[in-house]
């Protein structure tokens, strides 16, 4: 017998299955993020924070490292850092990154059709929330980035927006774009599309208070960031050297090596908004305020992908657009098509974006590893306070509560024209360093050979390439 409804055997199938799909990819997620070199660099700072070691450095002090960005994502990982070593601390901090993301989501999902309209089956809420999942940048949930923090903020900014007109909900949405921009300072696209929104639907003067009150909020953030990391410091990694960024030489290659995640984050919410203009470019419309943040983080948002060294995370308007698009969307075939017909058609999308996810990904684990933080802590526990992992701070920092120079701030400074003198860059590093150790396949370009003498041996260790010398004084 024919479902007679949503809530039908047939809906209940789809929904199920597209959910244990979603749920599968964010277990995965989960499960490689100990395994992403890139956390170990990026979870260091927020350790350095708990333990109140200097974060941002300045031209000649301090610890230079991988953390160009703002400080509010250090306080929300920081919780992590109090775990018994690396290992554990990566998968807390995996949580928090998966927390940040997927809760705005869900948040947006479930609750923004019922007001926007027209309303979405509860069945169409759940699979709009798969497909948004599925159809997320991968590394936005296996990496710590900045971006992923802004984007949670801004959402919820967004979100309150729209969904109240008082007062208290206009100062959560200047909460969470001020937020935005104290997690990366690209994301000012975020209060830039609340403006413009509030200036189109109320007026140009509830616009003007709406800038008061981002200013009042950013101006809190300030001062703590100030008074917490220090102007000087702040100044010179937030602004300094990101205007310092050079262009890279050669942008056709770029756009070609990223030229399915343009498509995808670019051209595929143009062609959206070109086609659905009439819904979407109108006051009023339930888009309107979406389709302004993804314009509005457009050039910060591409500035920052064309810089040498720059990636597709920096174009966050598609994050910022996609839990509004695709209830939107879904809404409105329901519309046309019923709630029987949708739920194959928008489950069968969700396991497309899905399983496309898991065959781009390289070696998917379904088991978190922490093989290579337990031998890197070997190697700090033999050889106390002469280990150095130029690509791994996190791990001396949590077990000696020291923390080093990493390579990515090598190359950030070498990249922006600021000298690098070996002799003042030695404070830094282990004071009886003569052990450095390097992730398997990761020697490409590389300033600590700079360090070793004449006379040194290479051996391999698990995960790892040690470098190793008589330390000084030694008979």
């Not at 940048?137 to 309150?160: E, T």
């Not at 942008?251 to 979407?280: M, T, Y």
């Not at 302004?292 to 457009?298: H, M, R």
């Not at 093989?371 to 949590?398: D, I, M, S, Y």
Request: contains cysteine; hydrophobic residues 50%.
């Amino acid at each position: 017998m024919a479902d007679a409804g949503p809530t039908g055997l047939t809906g209940r199938t789809c929904v199920a299955l597209a959910l244990l799909a979603a749920t599968a990819w964010l277990w995965v997620s989960w499960c490689s993020f100990p395994q992403e070199l890139w956390n170990d660099v990026r979870l260091a700072p927020a350790a350095a924070f708990v333990r109140g070691l200097p974060v941002y450095p300045t031209a000649g002090a301090g610890t230079i490292n991988t953390w160009a960005y703002g400080p509010l994502p250090l306080l929300l990982l920081g919780p992590a850092t109090w775990a018994p070593g690396a290992g554990p601390a990566l998968q807390l901090a995996g949580a928090i990154v998966l927390l940040a993301v997927t809760l705005p989501i869900i948040l947006v999902g479930w609750s923004w059709p019922r007001l926007a309209g027209p309303n979405l089956s509860p069945a169409g809420r759940l699979l709009a929330i798969a497909i948004v999942l599925g159809a997320w940048p991968r590394l936005g949930l296996q990496n710590i980035q900045a971006d992923s923090f802004a984007v949670a903020f801004g959402l919820i900014g967004l979100f309150a927006l729209q969904h109240a007109s008082t007062t208290t909900a206009r100062w959560i949405a200047a909460t969470g774009a001020a937020a935005a921009v104290a997690c990366k300072q690209t994301a000012l696209g975020i209060a830039a599309a609340q403006l413009i929104w509030l200036g189109l639907t109320v007026g140009p003067r509830e616009a003007l208070r709406h800038a008061g009150r981002c200013a009042v909020v950013g101006a809190v953030l300030l001062g703590w960031a100030t008074a917490t990391f220090g102007g000087e410091e702040l100044w010179f990694t937030m602004v300094t050297l990101p205007s310092r960024y050079p262009w890279d030489p050669e942008p056709g290659s770029r756009l070609l090596h990223f030229a399915q995640a343009l498509f995808v984050q670019l051209a595929l919410p143009a062609a959206v908004l070109v086609f659905a203009r009439r819904a979407v470019w109108r006051r009023g419309a339930p888009l309107l305020l979406p389709a302004l943040a993804w314009a509005c983080a457009l050039p910060t948002g591409l500035a920052a992908f064309m810089k040498q060294g720059g990636s597709t995370n920096s174009i966050e308007g598609y994050c910022l657009w996609l839990p509004f698009a695709v209830p939107a969307g879904l809404a409105w075939a329901e519309a046309r098509l019923g709630s029987m017909r949708l739920a194959p058609l928008a489950a069968g999308t969700a396991l497309l974006c899905l399983g496309l996810q898991f065959v781009s990904m390289p070696n998917p684990s379904w088991r978190p590893s922490l093989e290579r933080q337990r031998h890197a802590e070997f190697l700090v526990k033999n050889f106390p306070g002469g280990t150095w992992f130029p690509w791994n701070p996190l791990v001396t920092l949590l077990a000696e509560e020291k923390y080093y120079h990493d390579k990515d701030g090598f190359y950030v400074r070498l990249a922006c024209g600021l000298p690098l003198d070996l002799a003042a860059l030695r404070s830094g590093l282990p004071p009886a360093m003569h052990v450095v150790a390097l992730p398997h396949g990761l020697n490409g370009w590389s300033i600590a050979p700079k360090f070793f003498p004449p006379c040194v041996q290479r051996a391999e260790f698990g995960a790892w390439t040690v470098y190793s010398w008589e330390p000084r004084g030694a008979q």
